[in-house]
């Protein structure tokens, strides 16, 4: 709704604030009688909301232009949300900005849960998807998908934006471990781009990745709502309709030769939903996979994670790893996965004081209720009396 009527004004704040009338004309009016398609009357009233405004405010010839749909283009289209995230994640807006008006705009996640997933302030949240706003009505920057010959500059900066969304709907809400909204708008956009760019390998390496991720989705938690761990969950459990299609892409996109980063992530997920078992898992292959990963993409959660891999390696220092682990403190401060990572080295070296101090560390950092009971747990069997 807020993309349809973005494309129709030009205008994102108008659009927000129409989208958000709409919602309330509905609370109001469906009571008495819902319509057959709820979709299209929420969008037509946030468009005829908008022309009144623009009438009210005696802008509608200067806006008049914005207002002539392409040919063939009638009403709220298909591709409107891939539009409206080509424009949040336009180059003139800084990665941070791109990420908070996506997350805000195509997904309706309010400010105090996109600071929550950037790790951020929420006044300096709202401040951030304020100028972005403001810098694309200043620019005009255009709503559309860009031309052939701008899209590979254009879809890193995008792939990059569905995957945090992605990513943000398995940190959860704030009652549960998953947020299905998110999760389905990042898969539904990761759709939408391997249509628009069936030849490019990355698109396909994304759509896989998400799907091999939700395909452990129902193994995730147990009938009572708690966290179960990839190393407990019963695979039966997990979607073979989409691992098959996940490892379909992957591998595609393996061949495709360049391997770039999300290529190589899918590769990963694609050696977890192969194994039969946690013992199974090809932890040298999955170490040699994070190895080539941090050649293309070296960043700090990649690191903690190959480390990770390395201490499952049959007669793995475990000390060594440690000592990786604590010397990226100080590039994944306020990630609570760094230290829950530290307790289960710690648990293995038989150091369990440490290792309840290091999910001390990790409860502080987490708000999630689901998380937090895991974690509690953990402590508690590691020092029952404490």
């Known amino acids: ?41 929420l969008t037509t009233t946030a468009h005829r909301i908008a022309l009144d405004r623009l009438r009210r405010e005696a802008t509608l010839r200067r ?3 914005l207002l002539v749909e392409p040919a063939g283009e009638d009403g709220p289209g298909p591709t409107d949300p891939l539009r409206l995230v080509f ?12 990420v908070a008006l996506t997350l805000r705009l195509v997904c309706g996640v309010d400010v105090p849960a996109i600071a929550a997933v950037l790790l951020s302030g929420e006044a300096g949240v709202a401040r951030r998807i304020t100028r972005a706003k ?3 009505a200043a620019a005009r920057i255009p709503f559309r998908v860009p031309d052939d010959d701008e899209l590979p500059a254009r879809l890193d900066a995008v792939l990059t934006v569905v995957h945090l969304v992605h990513t943000a709907g398995h940190r959860g809400s704030a009652t549960a471990l998953r947020d299905p909204d998110l999760t389905g708008r ?10 628009l760019l069936p030849g490019e390998p990355e698109p396909r390496a994304l759509l896989a990745l998400v799907l091999l991720t939700e395909a452990r989705g129902p193994a995730r938690t147990d009938s009572a709502g708690d966290l179960v761990l990839l190393a407990d ?17 992957a591998v595609s996109a393996l061949r495709d030769g360049r391997r770039g980063r999300f290529a190589l992530q899918a590769g990963i997920a694609g050696i977890h939903a192969t194994a039969r078992s946690w013992a199974e898992t090809d932890w040298p292959k999955l170490v040699t996979t994070y190895e080539a990963l941090m050649r293309v993409w070296p960043t700090p959660v990649v690191a903690l994670n190959r480390t990770v891999a390395r201490s499952r390696l049959e007669g793995a220092d475990l000390r060594g790893a440690l000592r990786e682990l604590d010397a990226l403190a100080p590039s ?19 150091r369990p004081e440490e290792a309840a101090a290091a999910y001390d560390e990790a409860l502080a950092l987490t708000a999630n209720p689901v998380e937090r009971r895991f974690l509690i747990r953990r402590r508690t069997d590691l020092l029952p009396g404490a």
Do not use: F
Not at 3 to 30: I, M, P, V, Y
Not at 186 to 195: G, H, K, P, Q, S
Not at 332 to 350: C, K
């Open 186 to 195: 990042a898969t539904e956009l990761a759709r939408m781009l391997v249509r």
């Open 87 to 98: 424009t949040c994640c336009h180059p003139a807006l800084a990665p941070e900005s791109q």
């Open 332 to 350: 994944l401060a306020g990630y609570p996965y760094l230290p829950v990572a530290r307790a289960d080295v710690l648990v293995r070296l038989d």
């Open 1 to 41: 709704m807020v993309a349809s009527t973005a494309r129709l004004t030009g205008d994102l704040d108008l659009a927000e604030d129409c989208a958000q009338e709409a919602l309330e004309r509905a609370l109001r009016s469906w009571p008495a009688g819902e319509p057959d398609n709820r979709t299209g009357w």
């Open 63 to 65: 806006k008049l232009p």
């Open 134 to 136: 403001q810098k694309i």
């Open 233 to 249: 969950q019963d695979r039966s459990r997990w979607d073979r309709a989409l691992i098959h299609e996940g490892l379909t892409l």
